[in-house]
């Protein structure tokens, strides 16, 4: 069955260090993979996707991820952390097949991010 | 453009109450789906439709009913709340399947008492 693991439940970095949250995913083909980003209360905001092409996607809001297909992950990266990015991340895969129907997503537990000044 | 709407964004109900969540959106996206969320298990999904007239259950559907009368609605039904249900419900559609992604109501806060 497909699934997403984030592995890190919750992590603090300091503003201005780089940021990497890791999501592995179990997927039988090519996976459509996503990452969301979730403030205090309110909905998912679409960060970036990957369907096809170029392994390394660029996102909103200075957000970057790369798909290593050997390693099964798609890792979310930003060089340099602002208090703003404080959030919940989660990481999510396109199931196709999944209850019977294409594109239904599956999401990860999430990870946390706290930014220290 | 609104996006995905969905009221209430709070609500308290009582063991056995029924209600309905509702979500619309105006982007003429052919799928819709809910989610719900509690702490520490990320987005599980209850229903899903690809389209006007067809549904079907994801993960978790038991408590809950869904119908798709029109593109625009996609309504969710508690059919007799239980303290279970206690949770962050989400709305959310998208254009088609597979690589678009999925564009997001901003919740529904349900407690059962």
């Known amino acids: 069955a497909q699934s997403v693991t984030q592995p890190d439940i919750h992590i603090t970095v300091s503003e201005g260090a780089s940021l990497e949250l890791r999501c592995n995913y179990s997927?039988?083909?090519?996976?459509?993979l996503f990452w969301y980003v979730q403030s205090p209360g309110q909905g998912l905001q679409l960060l970036l996707k990957?369907?096809?092409?170029?392994?390394l996607v660029q996102g909103i809001k200075g957000f970057e991820a790369e798909f290593k297909r050997s390693q099964s992950s798609f890792n979310l990266r930003k060089p340099s952390v602002h208090w703003s990015d404080a959030a919940e991340y989660f990481c999510?895969?396109?199931?196709?097949?999944?209850?019977?129907?294409?594109?239904?997503?599956?999401f990860g537990k999430g990870t946390k991010l706290s930014v220290k000044p | 453009n609104a996006g995905v709407t969905q009221t209430p964004k709070f609500q308290v109900l009582k063991t056995g109450q029924s209600m309905t969540l509702q979500c619309a959106q105006d982007?003429?996206?052919?799928?819709m789906s809910w989610y719900r969320q509690d702490p520490g298990m990320g987005l599980r999904l209850i229903h899903y439709?690809?389209?006007?007239?067809?549904?079907d259950q994801g993960e978790v559907p038991n408590g809950y009913n869904v119908s798709r009368s029109t593109t625009e609605d996609f309504p969710l039904r508690l059919l007799s709340a239980a303290p279970s249900q206690t949770s962050v419900y989400f709305c959310?559609?998208?254009?088609?399947?597979?690589?678009?992604?999925?564009?997001f109501g901003s919740g529904t806060r349900l407690t059962v008492v």
């Open positions: 997927y039988g083909a090519t996976p459509y």
């Open positions: 999510a895969v396109g199931a196709i097949g999944y209850g019977g129907s294409q594109g239904n997503l599956i």
């Open positions: 990957y369907f096809s092409g170029d392994t």
């Open positions: 959310a559609s998208s254009p088609g399947t597979g690589s678009y992604g999925y564009t």
């Open positions: 982007m003429n996206h052919e799928y």
């Open positions: 439709s690809v389209g006007a007239g067809i549904t």
